[in-house]
């Protein structure tokens, strides 16, 4: 991956909008709530070990291989009287780690997770900034469902909205 070419023009364009989305969300405490609301669910949790920090890369290496996902998942399900997921507690390959990535995400629409909320495997595997995002808001769309749920420990992320620049301009 790391003899990949740049990307240019649109992609280009849409992957720095992409971060510069995240930086929003990132000020605006998001993925640091999803850490500590993902943590404080998983305490107590056989061999959990806690999410190490809130940066974007050291969010995407701690769910990179889906077992935290779906050990999150289950919690959630279970609380719910739904049926948990079965997933690969050992991840060898990249095909596995993709595997429980995208079993956690219909765990979550059997959740109550709108299908549009969910991310694709890749956004988390490859562990971009960009793409990123979509992990993030999908964790934070999770949040809701849950506290609509009573679920507890609770969510404390908050809805954020953006005035988009090119809307300010007209607005004036």
Known sequence: MANRAKKS???ADIERKMEESYDKEEKAGTP?????????VLDGT?????CPGTAYNQIAAFLKDGTVLCKFINKL???????????AKKVGSP???????????KACETYGLNKEFLFQSNDLYEGKK????????SM?????????KMFIPAYTGQQTKYINDDDEEEEE
């Open 9 to 11: 023009g649109l992609g």
């Open 32 to 40: 640091q709530a999803v850490v500590t609301w993902m943590n404080a």
């Open 46 to 50: 056989p061999s959990h070990t806690p």
């Open 77 to 87: 399900l279970e609380a719910d009287g739904k049926p948990t997921i079965k997933f």
């Open 95 to 105: 095909f596995v780690a993709m595997t429980n990535i995208e079993d956690f995400g």
């Open 130 to 137: 960009g793409p990123m995002l979509n992990v993030i808001n």
């Open 140 to 148: 934070h769309s999770l949040g809701f469902v849950a506290n609509s």
